[in-house]
């Protein structure tokens, strides 16, 4: 009776997730296009006309402001949904928006608030992210986070846009609660560490040093801009947080506090007021109502960003009920199953598209790719592997006649020659290609270390280490990590390879590794691999996997796929 009551209500729990999920498809949608964004929402043409009309305005303040170096416009898709809409995909009622760069575009998630300029804010804020990715800008996490609040408190009306407006909400928090150390704003230890009032108080001081670097005044020659370009300068040339921030601001970390109360309550505060009306000429936006068909494919593959397959794959299957939608559901549904790894649903979709009259599009020939690749990974022939491979390059090729800046061709073209070893002398330049068309990517950029590895490039450890040195924020620490233990590893390797005495390389399950050489017989030396190993390992259950006086094919093989596997989840178009 106990289990069938849980069946029970598991199912009715089951049954109310598909109705929300209906109840959302079946509402009306709308997309607004202007010259930079695309918004998907269901507030209406005037809600969304307004929003990008500021953006748009906003975009052009970015554009002439100091961290201005000029970059490349990236594809940008904008979700505009209320609460309870977002939390179906996951996202926390905390998160008011995020910005996220992909393989193919970049998404911008926007909680909408019926208090339309706090809204704005938010949006405000994640559009200053995405435009320092996009110039490939590393900043520490105070300037990028109180560069985006600084920016995103414009004042925005239909004839004037003034920048240098007060966050009141973040001036409140300063004037109400205790701050933090100036130092742990500026160099902070671990800012995971930090709890709900640390974290308000971090961005509450971090918007009001950034407010008054730009607002104190200087002495004649010298302005914000000169000081930022010097303190990142000071980051690259690898000067700390605080001796970089000292130098290039003339300010002590020990004055910073003291100094901003002073300020606070007797400093000048300026502001910069840009008349809009030529801007307003220069933006085009053009709305229409998306059919059904086309509000289930937008979701899906906002689903697909969030990695909600389940949600993904909802959509998909409603759209296929739309003729119109039906082959870019199939395949979207077919790249879904992929990405889940259930290969068989895959081929029976691709194969009725393929059957299909209707003109195939670049997404189609990319995730027969991506079929043909999984296909390939699991196969056990090689001369069946390597035509699985050659398929899927040849699938790559018809994609890339149909949309030539797509990064994600690029990106898998690249992957697949390196992985099995076709034309190796073209993976680099696949990659690099690929950064042209996505410069904001870092996991695109942590690829093509691993390519340059894999190939032997003799400009590896230059690159690494420019990469390290762009790599300020706290945002990219995980890429820092990475990058560390990528080196690592390939130190080890070169180191055990280039023996020619009694050696042995041992593994465990979790992975670690543990190496010996030198020794005076082999099984010393495996027994010594092993015991190193074991010791970093927490698991045991450490094996030899290569022994002898020189390195096997296969533990060469096993070093690429190491080298290929080491996160390498997050990159998906």
């Known amino acids: ?153 414009v004042e925005i009306s239909d004839n004037t846009l003034t920048l240098g407006a007060v966050q009141h909400n973040r001036w409140n928090w300063l004037r109400d609660h205790r701050w933090l150390p100036a130092s742990k704003i500026i160099n902070p230890d671990f800012f995971s560490d930090f ?10 001081q971090s918007w009001f040093l950034v407010f008054y670097l730009n607002n104190r005044p200087l002495p004649d020659g010298i302005d914000y801009s000169i000081q930022l370009k010097s303190y990142l300068n000071h980051l690259k040339n690898g000067k700390g947080n605080v001796l970089a921030f000292e130098e290039a ?55 697909v960003s969030r990695k909600e397959t389940s949600n993904a794959l909802f959509f998909f299957e409603k759209a296929t009920n739309l003729l119109i939608q039906k082959d870019t559901a199939l395949v979207g549904k077919a790249k879904a199953y992929i990405f889940d790894n259930q290969l068989d649903k895959a081929k029976v979709l691709l194969n009725f598209v393929e059957d299909s009259r209707q003109s195939k599009k670049s997404e189609f020939y990319l995730t027969k790719a991506l079929y043909n690749q999984a296909l390939a990974k699991q196969e056990k022939s090689k001369s069946r592997k390597i035509n699985l491979v ?30 099995y070893g076709i034309e190796i002398e073209k993976a680099a330049r696949m990659i690099e290609e690929a950064i042209y068309y996505n410069p904001a990517n870092i996991q695109l950029k942590l690829m093509l270390v691993k390519v340059k590895i894999l190939t032997g490039d003799e400009q590896t450890d230059k690159y690494t280490r420019n990469l390290l040195a762009d790599l300020n924020s706290e945002y990219h620490l995980y890429a820092v990590d990475l990058l560390i233990k990528l080196t690592n590893f390939t130190s080890d390797y070169h180191d055990y390879i280039d023996r020619q005495q009694y050696k042995s390389w041992a593994v465990s399950s979790n992975g670690t590794y543990g190496y010996a050489y030198g020794k005076s017989n082999q099984n010393e030396a495996d027994e010594a691999a092993v015991l190193i190993c074991m010791v970093y390992s927490k698991e045991g259950g450490c094996q030899v996997i290569d022994r002898g006086k020189e390195s096997s094919d296969v533990f060469n093989e096993w070093f690429k796929l190491q080298v290929l596997n080491i996160d390498n989840d997050n990159l998906r178009s």
């Not at 506090?257 to 309550?265: A, D, H, I, K, W």
């Open 1 to 153: 009776m106990l289990f069938k009551l849980f069946f029970t209500l598991g199912a009715f729990f089951l049954i109310q997730g598909c109705t929300s999920l209906q109840t959302l498809q079946s509402e009306t949608w709308t997309k607004a296009e202007s010259n930079n964004f695309t918004l998907y929402s269901k507030q209406g043409e005037v809600v969304n006309r307004f929003v990008l009309e500021r953006l748009e305005m906003f975009s052009q303040l970015i554009n002439n402001s100091n961290l201005h170096y000029g970059f490349n416009r990236f594809p940008t898709d904008i979700y505009m949904m209320n609460q309870e809409e977002g939390k179906l995909f996951g996202i926390s009622r905390n998160i008011s928006g995020y910005f996220d760069n992909r393989l193919n575009k970049n998404i911008i998630y926007l909680r909408y608030d019926r208090e339309i300029e706090k809204m704005l804010s938010t949006i405000f804020h994640e559009y200053v992210h995405n435009v320092h990715a996009e110039m490939q800008l590393s900043l520490p996490r105070w300037l990028e986070e109180g560069t985006a609040e600084y920016l995103s408190g």
């Open 390 to 419: 050659e398929r899927a390059l040849v699938n790559l090729d018809k994609a890339w006649k149909l949309d030539k800046g797509n990064s994600s061709i690029y990106y898998y073209y690249g992957l697949i020659e390196i992985t």
């Open 195 to 204: 709890d709900g009032d640390n974290i308000s108080m971090f961005y509450a």
């Open 249 to 303: 601001f003339g300010l002590k970390i020990s004055q910073v506090n003291n100094t901003l109360v002073s300020y606070r309550e007797h400093g000048k505060f300026n502001k910069k007021i840009i008349n809009t009306k030529n801007i307003l000429e220069t933006i085009h936006i053009k709305s229409s109502v998306l059919s059904p068909g086309e509000t289930n494919i937008i979701l899906a593959e906002f689903s």
